[in-house]
């Protein structure tokens, strides 16, 4: 099974930006529990809160960027 997840940036002016999106496994999932940071594309964000969207049927992630 998997679930599809969209990864969201909290950008500074309070606008959104879709960082990526993908399907993941029970097990990606299950490790958010003990994450607090994501690695995407090179670069590291914090996971702020996660949001489960029943009506689109996905996983939504908002972050922030970590500062270099």
Known sequence: ???KVVVMEKLENAEMR???ERHWNEA???ALN???YLLVG???YE???GRLNVN???LELL???VKE
């Open 34 to 36: 003990h994450s607090n």
């Open 1 to 3: 099974m998997s679930l």
């Open 63 to 65: 972050v922030t960027a």
């Open 47 to 49: 996971m702020l809160e």
């Open 56 to 58: 689109d049927q996905l």
């Open 18 to 20: 879709q960082v990526d």
């Open 28 to 30: 990606m999932v299950a």
């Open 42 to 44: 090179g670069k590291e």
